[in-house]
């Protein structure tokens, strides 16, 4: 999926020249104006220089010339870094395992690397230990990577690591410009896309062959270059498979992995072809967009294949229910059959330049998971997605969309709100003003009968009647929602059915002018 970049890309350059800006004003005599506010001032940087536990990080911060950054304010709206500080000793057993460095002072020679650790240690937000999540954090490092968490228990005491790799040892370090938290092993950059962290892993031979023999190789390495240079990867999930779980159902090369694909199958055939089983086989492991475990929801996820996987969230996260039965558990006068596949969560939520790799519990077989409802949030949109977390109202141009067209108006504003809104499900909604034709158009939907449903807001004289359609034909009438209680409501509008897995436009048309206050959009199986 190619993603329009643009709307951040002109941020990005904003934010570029405010810090270039900043940069040739601390060479000047006003300095502590930029970057000290009085006597009780300390941030970041004054911090791991005041405490000799860290003077090796203070040396990876010279070197890499990135003083000023953990020096300032952020300018990401101002709410503050968080920064992942590895002691000294985690920088030495850092050296010490490094195929790169035989010693630090090599590793400071090195300048534009030693920038690049900082850059990936310090995150752009604000993150207490409260709010860890158990998957990636909601900002990335200013190097654009994710970092992730994950939640351990050691004799009933909750700790945490980082990138699964590096204990967590001391949380909430509040400094005037972010927070601290400091960690055990210093953290290597991210420098591999999902694809190249399968090749050069000796545990994944046979799945990166398959990778390489469905001609992906290229697919799953794309980018595109921003403004300022740098390389933006298409995003996804790639759902791993291990020589150790082949294995384990008696496949040692890649041959044995065509067989129990195809038993037809010869390693003469053309595996690039989109309608080869093996081929399909491979572009099922690829979601198409990134999600951590923590990021998981019951639904069903497009696949760079034919056929959507489908996950549910129980007591446990359990992927294709209904597949086949792989196990069958007695106890307790309880019989349980284990009909999904399940996620490893400690070999998972491996962080890559182009999304998260995890692997399965079991074979994943392209398979048509049972119908879900499916609701649309317009995260879809890559501008969206990049402020959904961000408060405030941001208006959004046309030339920014790829998925949402607008009619009659130029532009919409996005609305995140700091407080609660009734009947709102994420506090946020997407707003229209005047005569316009708003369409969206859907991820691939599975095939049979759905209500559709919208979300808006009601009961204000000044929202608009509006006629809502699916794929060019009208669903049922005109919604008037000028009445009632002030609030966020859910409205079914009508029956649409679907007779292939694929996308749709959803259009919705104000036929009285006015404003349109739009939470989501939902087709409800029936």
């Not at 300390?42 to 010339?65: L, R």
């Amino acid at each position: 999926m190619k993603i329009n970049r643009n709307y951040f890309n002109r941020k990005l350059i904003y934010v570029f020249w405010v810090a270039l800006f900043g940069l040739v004003s601390c060479n000047n005599d006003d300095e502590a104006d930029v970057l000290f506010t009085g006597d009780s001032y300390q941030n970041i940087m004054q911090y791991i220089e005041e405490n000799q536990d860290y003077s090796s990080f203070t040396k990876i911060v010279y070197a890499g010339k990135m003083v000023d950054a953990l020096s300032a304010y952020n300018s990401n709206g101002g709410v503050g870094y968080t920064l992942f500080l590895p002691t000294n000793e985690a920088i030495t057993k850092f050296i010490s395992e490094s195929d790169r460095y035989t010693s630090f002072e090599a590793l400071l020679a090195d300048t534009e690397y030693a920038a690049e650790i900082v850059r990936y240690h310090l995150v752009n937000g604000n993150t207490p230990s409260k709010d860890f999540p158990n998957g990636a954090l909601e900002s990335k490092t200013i190097s654009n990577y994710f970092l992730t968490i994950t939640f351990r228990e050691e004799n009933g005491v909750i700790s945490f690591a980082v990138n699964d790799v590096s204990k967590v040892l001391t949380t909430d370090i509040v400094l005037d410009n972010g927070t601290i938290h400091t960690i055990d092993k210093m953290l290597t950059p991210v420098v591999f896309t999902s694809f190249q962290w399968i090749e050069q892993g000796s545990d994944f031979s046979i799945f990166s062959e398959l990778l390489k023999k469905c001609g992906l190789e290229d697919t799953l390495n794309a980018f595109e270059l921003d403004e300022l240079g740098r390389e933006i990867y298409s995003e996804y999930t790639l759902m791993a498979e291990s020589n150790s779980l082949y294995e384990s159902k008696g496949i040692s090369s890649f041959d044995d992995l065509i067989h129990a694909i195809d038993p037809a199958a010869t390693a003469s055939q053309d595996f690039t072809s989109l309608s080869n089983a093996i081929n399909k086989y491979a572009r099922y492991h690829i979601l198409e967009k990134s999600v951590f475990l923590d990021e998981f929801a019951t639904e069903v996820y497009n696949t760079y294949g034919e056929l959507p996987l489908s996950v549910d969230l129980d007591d446990i996260l359990k992927v294709n229910t209904g597949v086949m039965v792989f196990d069958t558990i007695i106890g307790a006068g309880d019989t349980v059959l284990v009909n999904y596949l399940q996620i490893n969560t400690e070999e998972s939520n491996i962080v890559t330049r182009s999304g998260a790799i995890h692997q399965l519990d079991q074979l994943l077989f392209p398979y048509l998971p049972g119908r879900k409802t499916v609701t649309y949030q317009f995260y879809e949109e890559p501008v969206i997605n990049g402020l959904k977390d961000i408060e405030g109202n941001h208006t959004i141009s046309d030339d920014d969309l790829e998925f949402i067209s607008l009619i009659g108006i130029k532009n919409l504003t996005f609305v995140k709100s700091p407080t609660e809104i009734t009947g709102n499900s994420n506090n946020d909604y997407i707003e229209l003003s005047g005569d316009v034709d708003f369409s969206f158009v859907t991820p691939k939907i599975l095939a049979g009968r759905y209500t559709l449903k919208i979300v808006i807001q009601r009961g204000y004289s000044y929202l608009a009647n509006v006629q809502t359609y699916v794929d060019g034909k009208k669903v049922g009438v005109v919604l008037d929602p000028t009445t009632d209680t002030r609030v966020f409501r859910t409205f079914p509008l009508g029956t649409v059915e679907f007779s292939d897995f694929s996308t749709h436009t959803v259009k919705i048309r104000t036929i009285i002018p006015g404003r349109v206050l739009l939470d989501r959009i939902i087709f409800e199986p029936i």
